[in-house]
T-cell receptor
Framework: DTAVSQTPKYLVTQMGNDKSIKCEQN?????MYWYKQDSKKFLKIMFS???????INETVPNRFSPKSPDKAHLNLHINSLELGDSAVYFC??????????FGSGTRLTVV | AQSVTQLGSHVSVSEGALVLLRCNYS??????LFWYVQYPNQGLQLLLK??????LVKGINGFEAEFKKSETSFHLTKPSAHMSDAAEYFC????????????FGKGTLLTVNP
């Protein structure tokens, strides 16, 4: 009965590869997000979708492409992975400003 | 634009001592304010939030925070620290609107000494 679930939890891949991270929420929330947490633990928003519509795209390289097939899912596809993409990626969802619910994160390591 | 400053990247307390984690915010509109906790290798868990109304907000695990508009602060406190409170704590602000974007502070690592 996990509220926001992300897969995979760990992802190790080589530079130049393409990878995807999947996120699903069963809370009925309309808005979903991707956040990136860097090695210094700093959290920064990447994208936000409201009911399948992109509403926030924060200065993220074009190699990152979110896709929302329905309001319960928000996937993140990354092309041509670089060393600097290594981070923990968090999916989250919310309804209004009642506080986000975060997934447990996907630790991406690019070697 | 909204922003958050957490004073002190690392706070160390003894078990049973008062916990005080400082957060100051900047917002062009009345803010919504949040504290999240992150245990090692885990996601973020909401501790408490201020939206409107009472300025003293009580959260889970005995934590509370007070919204002080005049000081643009939202400090987190707990009267008596437990070993299990050791974690990273993040203050966050949202201006609401159509996207509810959260802007986080850089986090404060709390260590609790026996």
């Amino acid at each position: 009965d996990t509220a926001v679930s992300q897969t995979p939890k760990y992802l190790v891949t080589q530079m130049g590869n393409d990878k995807s991270i999947k996120c699903e929420q069963n809370l009925g929330h309309d808005t979903m997000y991707w956040y990136k947490q860097d090695s210094k633990k700093f959290l920064k928003i990447m994208f936000s979708y409201n009911n399948k519509e992109l509403i926030i795209n924060e200065t993220v390289p074009n190699r990152f492409s979110p896709k929302s097939p329905d309001k319960a899912h928000l996937n993140l596809h990354i092309n041509s992975l670089e060393l600097g993409d290594s981070a923990v990626y968090f999916c989250a969802s919310t309804v209004g400003t009642y506080g986000y619910t975060f997934g447990s994160g996907t630790r991406l390591t690019v070697v | 634009a909204q922003s958050v400053t957490q004073l002190g990247s690392h706070v160390s307390v003894s078990e049973g001592a008062l916990v005080l984690l400082r957060c100051n915010y900047s917002s062009s509109v009345p803010p919504y304010l949040f504290w999240y906790v992150q245990y090692p290798n885990q996601g973020l868990q909401l501790l408490l939030k201020y939206t409107t109304g009472a300025t003293l907000v009580k959260g889970i695990n005995g934590f509370e925070a007070e919204f002080k508009k005049s000081e643009t602060s939202f400090h987190l406190t707990k009267p008596s620290a437990h070993m299990s409170d050791a974690a990273e704590y993040f203050c966050a602000v949202s201006e609401g609107g159509s996207n509810y974007k959260l802007t986080f502070g850089k986090g404060t690592l709390l260590t609790v000494n026996p």
